[in-house]
């Protein structure tokens, strides 16, 4: 028996889920579906910075658009060690497709112009 903490909302309800991926404490779906995720194939949205060439503005905020494997963090992590922005983003804006061939993109948090100033 696992016990989690469901944070698909505020409320949080205690979860136990056994080893037949039976999910009991869930005061609604979205908490059955949120464990046996957690169990099977963890994810989580990643929210990170990377360099852009701008002195004034040295790092901009991204995020995954989705959340992504637990298990590949630390490599998108370093994937994006080695981006630098160049150009005007605007929020939202795709900084990596399909970054790890996950299928999700890292987006912009945050518009920066062409001379580095967050907008
Ligand atoms: S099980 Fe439903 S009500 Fe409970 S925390 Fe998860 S989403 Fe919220």
Redesign the pocket.
Known sequence: MKELT????????H?SVDESLKVV????????K?AIVEMTSPKRMLTTTVKTQFTDCPRLSVKTKEPVPKELIFKILSLLEDIVIEKHVKIGDVIVADIYHTGVDIVATKSINHEGVIL
């Open positions: 469901c944070i698909v909302c505020p409320v949080g309800c979860l404490g869930n005061r609604c779906p979205r908490g059955e949120y």
